[in-house]
């Protein structure tokens, strides 16, 4: 029976832990200016929760007692590093300043948790850390996943994220990196890079690289929290509701992109009634909220131009307003598509162009501008390039080039049950059989 209460109470711990910890780490870091720091003292209050809560029951609000905690532990770090600095008289000053600039611990830990957490955010996602630690760091401080957790999900050994996180930490201080929200030319280029994290971990979690399952929800879901968040942090910057526009609607088909046996579903092939229609109604929202603030900025003479996220959106948005594939608008995708190119050129909009543009005018025309992409060293090694191909050469009778064409995108993917999928769709290749084929367009 205690063994049972023990078990609860730690599920508990852990709930509550996934929710307070990004406010507790945050609200610390403005104080101690070190994000190491902070998480050690926000770990600190963890293992007293963990000690005291499954003798004593899980407190009415955890979170206050948290937060407590973690005030005591931060007001004990000061007073330990106040007796190392009494023997220095120039850190002695340098402590007396910042006790003038925050005279009460408590009351500073109480502040505005919004901004604190958006400051959190920019320096998780600081462009000084490579991506995979920025991802790493993200999901440790924002996400409150633990080591294992992230190791997990990305299919990568624990020691390896473990360091990843020690080195991110690591460089932050050592870089000076200021606890702040960045103003003024650098709030854009900062901005950029929160919101290719959260996306990189949506996308690990919505067509995973890698390992044998298609989908990774959990991470999806992290994401989408994390974006949310954002949203609600930054609510006049468009394209933080553009990327939660676009998350919003490619999860509502969750459901719909794996079968029975765990096998992938592509767009086209998907039962759309499986499809969530609160997510979809969620992203529809987000888009226009994204479009109204663009509006907003241009009347104030602050022009903002449709961006990336945006774009992808309203593309998205497009497969969830049509009930049935054929009802899809083709022609105003591989518009949207050809606006996305000017906007962030790259080869694999290019590539997501081409699907369109074989929807909307027929396979011969796609396959003519996936031809012009064959000899684009950066995508040499991209599965989709040779299954966007082998399926348009399908469609054009053309099966024995198309079934080259599989088996090599098969070769390419690190993923076991698209690897199936592919091989299968190779396998049908040989005129006996040529069930409905589509291009893996989840954009």
């Known amino acids: 029976m205690a063994a049972d209460n023990t078990t609860s109470t730690n599920a508990a711990i852990d709930a509550v832990w996934r929710i307070e910890s990004p406010r507790l780490i945050a609200g610390l870091a ?36 948290l ?28 402590f007396a300043t910042r006790e003038m600039e925050v005279p009460d611990l408590n009351s500073a830990l109480d502040d505005d948790v919004g901004d604190d957490l ?14 995979e630690a920025r991802v790493a760091l993200t999901l440790r401080l924002l996400g409150g996943l633990t080591t294992v957790e992230i190791a997990r999900a990305f299919l990568v050994p ?56 298609w989908m990774r929800p959990a991470l999806c879901e992290d994401a989408l929290r994390l974006g949310r968040i954002l949203a609600e942090l930054a609510p006049r910057e468009p394209e933080v509701h553009g990327l939660v526009a676009l ?13 029975p046996s765990g096998e992938p579903i592509l767009l086209l092939d998907q039962n759309r009634a499986l499809w ?48 049935t594939p054929e009802e899809t608008d083709w022609p105003q995708i591989v518009t949207l598509y050809g606006q996305l190119a000017q906007h962030a050129p790259s080869p ?37 390039l040779p299954s966007v191909r082998g399926d348009l050469l399908k469609k054009l009778g053309r099966l024995d080039e198309a079934r080259a064409e599989f088996e090599r995108a098969a070769a390419l993917t690190r993923n076991s049950r698209e690897r199936e999928l592919l091989l299968k769709r190779a396998s049908a290749c040989d005129g006996s059989a040529i069930p409905k084929s589509h291009t893996r367009n989840d954009k």
């Open 348 to 384: 694999i909009v290019e590539l997501n162009r081409a699907v369109a543009v074989a929807m909307a005018s027929g396979p011969a025309a796609g396959l003519e501008v996936v031809d012009a992409l064959i000899f684009e060293p950066s995508l040499a090694s991209y599965h989709l």
């Open 118 to 131: 958006l400051r959190l955010v920019f320096i998780s996602c600081h462009p000084v850390l490579a991506t």
């Open 67 to 94: 937060m407590a905690t973690s005030k005591h532990r931060a007001i004990d770090y000061f007073r330990r590093n106040t007796l190392l600095d009494c023997k220095h008289e120039e850190l002695g000053r340098e």
């Open 247 to 259: 998350m919003e609607i490619q999860a509502s088909r969750s459901a719909a992109r794996v079968g």
């Open 30 to 65: 403005r104080i101690v200016r070190d994000v190491g720091v902070a998480e050690d003292l926000a770990q600190d209050a963890l293992l007293a929760a963990l000690e005291q809560w499954p003798k004593s029951g899980v407190p009415e609000n955890p979170g206050a007692w």
């Open 158 to 213: 624990e020691p390896t994220i473990a360091q990843r996180i020690v080195r991110a930490k690591r460089t932050l201080a050592e870089k000076h990196v200021p606890f702040e929200v960045p103003r003024g030319p650098e709030l854009a280029l900062r901005l950029s890079s929160v919101l290719e994290v959260i996306y990189l971990i949506f996308n690990e979690g919505y067509s995973a690289t890698a390992g044998n399952d």
């Open 276 to 323: 969530d229609q609160l997510l979809i109604g969620r992203g529809l929202t987000a888009l226009g909220r994204s479009g109204q603030i663009r509006e907003q900025l241009r009347a104030d003479q602050s022009p903002s131009p449709q961006g990336p996220y945006a774009l992808q959106a309203a593309i998205a948005a497009c497969h969830a307003r049509a009930r």
